[in-house]
C-alpha cells in the first residue's frame, strides 16, 4: 500500500516535472526567432496596362500576407499603376491572378500606401531607410525596430544588376544593397527576406553585404522570368510563373504552419517555371531549415495561455549555445558602439600632416639662388658673406 | 614715375580689399566666367585638403594645379588673399617695368629711323614723342589692376593671377634681354599652363633683334642663338618638372594637370569655344576634334612670326590674345593680361576700324554672361546655347580686335 502510493506519488512528481520541463520548452520556443512584429513592403514598379501581371503579382503577395496576419498598417503597398481602375479593365475593380477569373486579389479591402507616379526609385529607398519627411502620414511610412522582421518583395521590369521604375529610372542592385545596409546600421529590421520577380532577378541581390538577410529570386542572371498565362478576356498575361507557384504555395499556408524556408526555395522548380530560381542565405544568421514561413509573411503572435509558472531565469543564455551550428559568429553589436560620438563631439582642429620632402624644398630654394646669382653677378655674394 | 604708380597700386589694393571684405566674394568665386577646372580656389584648397589627409590631391579629377603651386600654398594658405594681392600688384609692376623698357627701345628705333630718313614725309603724326610715351607704362599697370576682369579673378582667388605674374615677369626678363631669365620664366610659365610654350618664338625673335643677329636661316649665329636659348629654355623646363616629381614622389601631376588641358574631359561652361562642342559630339570624334581644337592655338605661331618678325612685342601680345581666345580653359584674368597691353600701341587707334562695335560687344557680352547664365541655369528659360552664343560672340569680338589691330600694325 505503502510502496503503491509512493511509487503513485514519485509518478506524479515525474508527470509534474516533465509537464513542468515542457512548459519550460514551449515557454523558450517563444524566444527562438529574435522578431516581435511584421512589416512588408511590397513594390510593383511598372505602369501601362500590358504590366497587368506585375500589379497581379504583388497584390497577391499582399493577399496572402494579409491572410497570414499583417496588418495594413504594418504593409507598405507601392503600385505604380491602378490596373482595377484601368479604362483598358473589361473587368472594372478587378485585379485577377488566375485565368477564367478564378480569384480576384484586388478585394474591398485593398490599401494601397505609393500609388502611380509616387511609386519612384527616391520613395521606395527614403521608405526603406527611414529618411521621410515629416509631413509624410503614417501609412506611408516604414515603422520598424531593430525587432522587425521585414518581407520585401519587389517585381517589375529588370536586368543585369538594376530594376526599372515607371519606365523612366532605374534602382541598381548596388543602391538596394546600400540602402539595406543603412537599415542595419539604423537597426530597422531583425531580419529580412528580400523576394524579387523580375528577369535576372539574381543580381539584385548579388550585392548585399548587411547581415540577417534572404534573398529570393525568381530567375538566375542571363535569364528571363517568363509570366504564366493569359486570359483571353482580358487580354494580358496574369501573373509572373514564379509569384503563380509562390501564391499556391502560400496558399497551403496558415498561421500555425511549420513549413519552413527550404520548401519555399523548392517553389518553382526549373520545369515549371522555365528560369532557375535562385536564393541567397551566406548572410543569414539562422539555418533556413529553421526559419518558418510565418516568420516573414505573416504576423504570428505567439500567445500561449497557461496557468503554470515559469521561471525566466538567466539560464536562457544558454539558450543561445543551442543554436544551430552553423551560425555566423559575428559579436553582437552594441548600439553605443557604432556612433564615434566622442570623436563627433570633441573635433580636434586639423593637423597638417603633410609636409613637402627637404629634398624638393631644397632642390627648389637651389635653384632659385643659382637663377639670381646666375642673373645679377657673383659679385652680389660678397655682401651677403 | 614711381609715386603715380604706388598711388595707382595703393588704389587697386584697396579696392580688393573693400571686395574681400565684401559679400559679392562668394559670389564672384562661383562664376564659371572667372574659376575655370584649372584654377578654381576651391580646387586648390580641396587638394591640399586631401593632402592633409593622405591622399595625392591628383586622385580624382578635383585638382589640376602643378606641384609648386601646392608647395606655395601649403604654406600660404592662410594668407591666400594677400598673395594674390601681390601677385597682382607684382604682374602691374613687371608690366609697368617691361613697358617702360620697350619703349625707350622703341624711341630710340624711331629715333634712328628718322635719322636714316626712313620714314616717308606724312607720318608726322605718327611720330611717336616722349611725352606721349612717357604715360603709357603707368596706363599699362592702371589698365592690368583697375581692369574689372582682373579685380574679379583677384577676389576669386582664381590662380590664373600667378599664371599671369609669370608671364608678365617673362615679359620683363625678354625685353631686359636676359635670356637666361626669359627661358626660366618661359619655362616656369609653360609648367603652369601649358600655353606659354607658343610664347617662345616672339621673346626668340625679340632677343635676336637685340642682339641684332639677323633673322635668316642661313646664317650661322641666327641658329647658335636659337639652339643656345632653346637648350635654356628645355633644360629649365625638364628640372623644373623633375624638382615636382620629388614633391609627391610621383608622376601623377603630369596626367592631371598636362592630360587635362589636352584632353579637355571637364566640360563646364566657360568663356571658351570647347565645352559646347564637345558637350554634343559622340565619342568616336572626340579625338579628332580635340586635336583640331588644340593645334588651332600653336598653329597661328609660325605664320605670325615670319610676318610680324619686325615687331616681336607686338607679336607676344598677339599670341597672348590667341591664346586667352583658344585655349582649353580661358577665364576673364587671362583676357586681362593680354587687355593690359592696349595703351602701348594707341597710336594705332585712329585707324582701327570698328572700335566702337568692338568695345560694344566686349563690354555687352561680359554683362550678358551673368545674365545668361542666370536664365540657363537658375530660371531654366535659356538653354545652352544662349550662352555659348555669347561666349562666341565674346570671342569674335576679341579675334576682330585683334586681327585689325594686327592689320593696322602692320
Not at chain 2, 379 to 391: H, L, M
Request: hydrophobic share 45%.
Amino acid at each position: 500500500m505503502a510502496a503503491a502510493l509512493s511509487a503513485a506519488a514519485l509518478l506524479l512528481g515525474c508527470c509534474g516535472a516533465a509537464l513542468a520541463s515542457g512548459v519550460q520548452d514551449q515557454a523558450e520556443q517563444f524566444f527562438r526567432s529574435g522578431h516581435t512584429n511584421n512589416w512588408a513592403v511590397l513594390v510593383c514598379t511598372s505602369r501601362f496596362w500590358f504590366n497587368y501581371r506585375h500589379v497581379a503579382n504583388t497584390l497577391s503577395v499582399y493577399r496572402s500576407v494579409k491572410r497570414l496576419g499583417i496588418p495594413d498598417s504594418h504593409i507598405v503597398l507601392m503600385l505604380a499603376d491602378d490596373m482595377a481602375c484601368n479604362p483598358r479593365n473589361p473587368k472594372p475593380a478587378t485585379v485577377f491572378s488566375h485565368k477564367n477569373m478564378e480569384l480576384n486579389v484586388y478585394g474591398d479591402d485593398v490599401e494601397v500606401d505609393y500609388r502611380s507616379y509616387e511609386v519612384t526609385v527616391e520613395n521606395f529607398l527614403r521608405v526603406l531607410t527611414g529618411r521621410i519627411p515629416p509631413s509624410t502620414p503614417r501609412s506611408k511610412r516604414l515603422l520598424s525596430d531593430d525587432r522587425s522582421n521585414i518581407l520585401i518583395y519587389m517585381t517589375g521590369h529588370g536586368g543585369n544588376g538594376f530594376l526599372k521604375f515607371q519606365d523612366s529610372e532605374e534602382i541598381t542592385n548596388v543602391e538596394l544593397a546600400d540602402a539595406f545596409e543603412q537599415m542595419w546600421q539604423k537597426r530597422r529590421y531583425n531580419e529580412l527576406l528580400f523576394i524579387i520577380d523580375t528577369c535576372q532577378g539574381a543580381s539584385m541581390y548579388e550585392r548585399f553585404y548587411s547581415p540577417n538577410i534572404m534573398a529570393l529570386a525568381s530567375s538566375q542572371v542571363g535569364e528571363d522570368s517568363l509570366s504564366h498565362q493569359p486570359d483571353l478576356g482580358i487580354g494580358v498575361h496574369l501573373m509572373d510563373r514564379y509569384t503563380f507557384y509562390v501564391l499556391e504555395f502560400l496558399e497551403e499556408i496558415h498561421p500555425a504552419s511549420q513549413t519552413n524556408m527550404n520548401d519555399l526555395f523548392q517553389v518553382c522548380p526549373k520545369s515549371l517555371c522555365v528560369s532557375t530560381p535562385g536564393h541567397r542565405t551566406d548572410l543569414f544568421q539562422r539555418d533556413p531549415q529553421n526559419v518558418l514561413i510565418t516568420d516573414f509573411f505573416g504576423s504570428v503572435r505567439k500567445v500561449e495561455i497557461t496557468t503554470e509558472t515559469i521561471s525566466l531565469d538567466r539560464d536562457l543564455a544558454g539558450f543561445e549555445n543551442e543554436l544551430p551550428k552553423d551560425e555566423l559568429a559575428t559579436e553582437p553589436l552594441k548600439y553605443a558602439d557604432q556612433l564615434p560620438v566622442a570623436q563627433i563631439i570633441h573635433q580636434k582642429p586639423k593637423q597638417k600632416d603633410w609636409h613637402p620632402p627637404g629634398g624638393f624644398i631644397l632642390g627648389l630654394w637651389a635653384l632659385i639662388i643659382m637663377v639670381f646669382f646666375k642673373t645679377y653677378g657673383i659679385k652680389h655674394m660678397k655682401h651677403i658673406f | 614715375m614711381a609715386a603715380p604708380l604706388v598711388l595707382v597700386v595703393l588704389v587697386a589694393v584697396t579696392l580688393r580689399a573693400a571686395l574681400y571684405r565684401s559679400s559679392l566674394a562668394a559670389f564672384i568665386s562661383e562664376r564659371v566666367e572667372v574659376a575655370s577646372p584649372l584654377s578654381a580656389w576651391k580646387r586648390v584648397v580641396e587638394g591640399l585638403a586631401l593632402l592633409d589627409l593622405g591622399v595625392s590631391p591628383y586622385s580624382g579629377a578635383i585638382f589640376h594645379e602643378t606641384p609648386l603651386i601646392i608647395y606655395l600654398f601649403h604654406f600660404l594658405i592662410e594668407y591666400a588673399e594677400l598673395v594674390f594681392m601681390i601677385t597682382d600688384v607684382l604682374t602691374a609692376v613687371a608690366l609697368y617695368l617691361a613697358i617702360q623698357d620697350y619703349n625707350k627701345v622703341v624711341f630710340k628705333k624711331q629715333k634712328l629711323l628718322i635719322e636714316l630718313d626712313k620714314y616717308a614725309p606724312d607720318v608726322a603724326e605718327l611720330i611717336r614723342t616722349p611725352m606721349e610715351m612717357h604715360y603709357i607704362p603707368l596706363k599699362v599697370a592702371l589698365f592690368y589692376l583697375l581692369n574689372p576682369y582682373t579685380v574679379m579673378s583677384c577676389v576669386a582667388k582664381s590662380t590664373c593671377a600667378i599664371n599671369n605674374t609669370v608671364i608678365a615677369f617673362f615679359i620683363l626678363a625678354t625685353i631686359k634681354g636676359s635670356a637666361f631669365l626669359s627661358a626660366v620664366f618661359l619655362a616656369l610659365a609653360t609648367y603652369q599652363s601649358l600655353y606659354p610654350v607658343t610664347l617662345f618664338a616672339p621673346a626668340l625673335l625679340y632677343l635676336l633683334q637685340r642682339q641684332f643677329i639677323p633673322i635668316k636661316p642661313k646664317s650661322k649665329s641666327f641658329w647658335l642663338y636659337t639652339m643656345q636659348y632653346a637648350a635654356l629654355y628645355l633644360c629649365s623646363l625638364v628640372v623644373i618638372i623633375c624638382l615636382s616629381f620629388f614633391l609627391l614622389n610621383s608622376w601623377d601631376f603630369i596626367p592631371s594637370v598636362y592630360g587635362f588641358i589636352l584632353s579637355v574631359p571637364d566640360l563646364t561652361p566657360n568663356i571658351g569655344l570647347f565645352w559646347y562642342f564637345f558637350a554634343e559630339m559622340f565619342e568616336h570624334f572626340s579625338l579628332f576634334f580635340v586635336c583640331v581644337f588644340q593645334i588651332n592655338v600653336f598653329f597661328y605661331t609660325i605664320p605670325l612670326a615670319v610676318k610680324l618678325k619686325e615687331h616681336p612685342v607686338f607679336f607676344m601680345f598677339v599670341q597672348l590674345a590667341i591664346i586667352s581666345i583658344f585655349k582649353s580653359y580661358p577665364t576673364v584674368g587671362d583676357v586681362a593680361l593680354y587687355m593690359a597691353f592696349l595703351p602701348v600701341w594707341s597710336h594705332l587707334y585712329r585707324f582701327l576700324r570698328n572700335i566702337f562695335i568692338l568695345s560694344c560687344v566686349l563690354i555687352v557680352c561680359s554683362l550678358l554672361f551673368p545674365v545668361l547664365w542666370h536664365l540657363w541655369i537658375y530660371a531654366g528659360s535659356a538653354n545652352s546655347n544662349f550662352y555659348y552664343a555669347i561666349t562666341l560672340t565674346f570671342n569674335i569680338g576679341q579675334v576682330s580686335r585683334e586681327t585689325r589691330r594686327t592689320f593696322t600694325s602692320c
